[in-house]
């Protein structure tokens, strides 16, 4: 069974610019959440994809949007990047079989905004 | 809204003893899950353990273990034989029923020393 994967690892971008985070669930996995894990802090949840539908919304500016494909793989985009964008950025996925099911994490991806 | 919260921004342990770290929340979910989950240095976020709120009886994970008391809302995990391999950020979380968004506290950093 694979597990979730993210890439890349690390991202070096300049503000103003735009950049594109992509994961991929792990197998049998239909849902995908978003987290902002800034420095020192637990992860803020961004945004949750279900079967190809934004399901969830955290409290994130409309510069924060996001993509789910028919594989159930994912994308998250940011725009006009600002230097506080900088921050670990986490996916989840999981079976949502019943209401609430365990999210399962991937390693992340670092992006630096200078 | 969901809140939770770790008091204890640092702990530390020595190996194979035992130690608890705090966790309280505040719902008003009727139905609602709780989290702990472990970030080594690599980042990746690996659950520990899973409690439904429904359940009386407290979750259990080979050596890891909750005191789930739901009336004061507290949730504390206790690591028992402590590990160096435990050594990590934990932190506690928690779900609506009708909602796979996961809150976050700040983390507890634990140290285990040999």
């Known amino acids: 069974e694979t597990g979730v994967t993210q890439s890349p690892t690390h991202l070096i971008k300049t503000r103003g610019q735009q950049v594109t985070l992509r994961c991929s669930s792990q197998?049998?996995?239909?849902?995908v959440s978003w987290y902002q894990q800034a420095l020192g802090q637990g992860p803020q949840f961004i945004f949750q994809?279900?079967?190809?539908?934004?399901?969830g919304r955290g409290n994130f500016p409309p510069r924060f949007s996001g993509l789910q494909f028919p594989n159930y793989s994912s994308e998250l985009n940011v725009n006009a990047l600002e230097l506080d964008d900088s921050a670990l950025y986490l996916c989840?996925?999981?079976?949502?079989?019943?209401?609430?099911?365990?999210?399962?994490f991937g390693p992340g991806t670092r992006l630096l905004v200078l | 809204a969901q809140t939770v919260t770790q008091s204890q921004p640092e702990m530390s342990v020595q190996e194979a003893e035992t130690v608890t770290l705090s966790c309280t929340y505040d719902t008003s979910e009727s139905d609602y899950y709780l989290f702990w989950y472990k970030q080594p240095p690599s980042r990746q976020m690996i659950l520990v353990i899973r409690q439904e709120a429904y359940k009386q009886q407290n979750a259990t994970e080979n050596r890891f273990s909750v005191n789930f008391q739901k009336a004061a809302k507290s949730f504390s995990l206790k690591i028992s034989d402590s590990q160096l391999g435990d050594a990590a950020m934990y932190f506690c979380a928690s779900a609506g029923g009708g909602s796979e968004k996961l809150v976050f506290g700040k983390g507890t950093k634990l140290t285990v020393n040999p």
């Open positions: 197998s049998g996995h239909n849902t």
């Open positions: 994809y279900y079967r190809e539908e934004e399901n």
């Open positions: 989840a996925s999981s079976p949502r079989r019943r209401n609430q099911e365990t999210q399962y």
